[in-house]
């Protein structure tokens, strides 16, 4: 199976569907319900962020919904013709990283939360959730990158270079992922541990029944939205090292649920529970004031005075 026969610039006889890469035409329906799902996030993502003025969640979070709609726009051009070289290119360029930037808005979140329920049950600062995860993954980015680009050329020779550097990127991307949800288990193992071990106070049994169910949302949509990448991420190390037509590229069904559902969900759950929303102390308007009240008083308490604030303005 070669990548791209250079004589076929169309479906004919000569050059049949089960000729292409994919080996099948993307279907329809499919990628246009996907294609609407990112553009909407996209567009909803820059909203919330320019309300709430959370610049570099924005970015990501954006940048990552809007490739994911180009991309499954490169996937309705393949489903014209399955032959078509710019959607191909548009589509893999733009699957591949996209996934990328969603991750790194949830690492951007992860230094607020830790100094929010308290930096000292961490294993590291929380200063370094965001230098070393945001690092790995903008390394990860530009491995995948450089290794689309190279996949995308019409160098025959080159594409097992590049197919090789995208195996590498996604893989060393789900490695960082791993090690993040071992750092934020150790967390909240360490936190209910902390717990559990002291005289619980009737203030605090209170308190942890007044929990705003609102918070318990974004952590529980957060953490699925993490894991549904990483399941992605899982997915694609394989369908990738495979080379290009291997039998699992070619299975258009694995790939809509473990890819494209995947990345939906997370994107989806990413906006419906928007962190200034539902975590207002990560905006900069509230941040100050956020980490000044820390000391003075419980997480439950900051919080409340925090979602009181934000119904206010609304």
């Not at 169910?213 to 957060?222: E, L």
């Amino acid at each position: 199976m070669v990548h791209y026969h250079q004589l076929c610039t169309e479906v004919t006889p000569q050059c049949p569907v089960s000729d292409t890469t994919y080996g099948y035409r993307p279907n329809l329906a499919a990628n246009i319900i996907l294609l609407v799902i990112f553009s909407v996030c996209t567009l909803a993502q820059i909203f919330l962020g320019v309300r709430h003025r959370l610049r570099a969640f924005t970015v990501a979070a954006a940048v990552g919904c809007g490739g994911e709609a180009i991309g499954y726009g490169g996937r309705i051009m393949m489903h014209a013709n399955p032959w078509s070289q710019a959607g191909f290119k548009v589509q893999i360029c733009c699957l591949v990283l996209a996934p990328s930037f969603l991750a790194a808005g949830i690492y951007l979140t992860l230094k607020h939360l830790v100094i929010f329920f308290g930096a000292e049950k961490s294993r590291i600062r929380p200063g370094l959730y965001t230098v070393i995860f945001i690092s790995c993954d903008v390394l990860s980015i530009l491995v995948q990158a450089g290794g689309g680009g190279i996949a995308a050329s019409d160098e025959s020779n080159l594409v097992k270079i590049g197919d090789d550097l995208i195996v590498a990127g996604i893989s060393f991307q789900m490695v960082t992922m791993f090690v993040c949800m071992c750092l934020a288990a150790d967390f909240g193992y360490r936190l209910y541990k902390d717990h559990s071990m002291r005289d619980v106070t009737m203030a605090e049994v209170e308190e942890g029944r007044e929990l705003p169910s609102s918070f318990r949302y974004y952590a529980i949509c957060s953490s699925v939205a993490f894991v549904c990448i990483f399941i992605r991420c899982i997915y694609r190390v394989p369908e990738m090292a495979g080379g290009w037509g291997a039998p699992l590229m070619r299975q258009q069904a694995e790939f809509m649920v473990l890819d494209g559902a995947m990345i939906a969900t997370a994107a989806i759950l990413m906006t419906v529970a928007h962190p200034g929303i539902f975590f207002p102390a990560i905006g900069s308007r509230n941040r100050k004031a956020a980490l000044i009240e820390r000391d003075a008083a419980s997480p439950i308490e900051s919080l409340q005075t925090d979602e009181v604030a934000e119904k206010s303005r609304v």
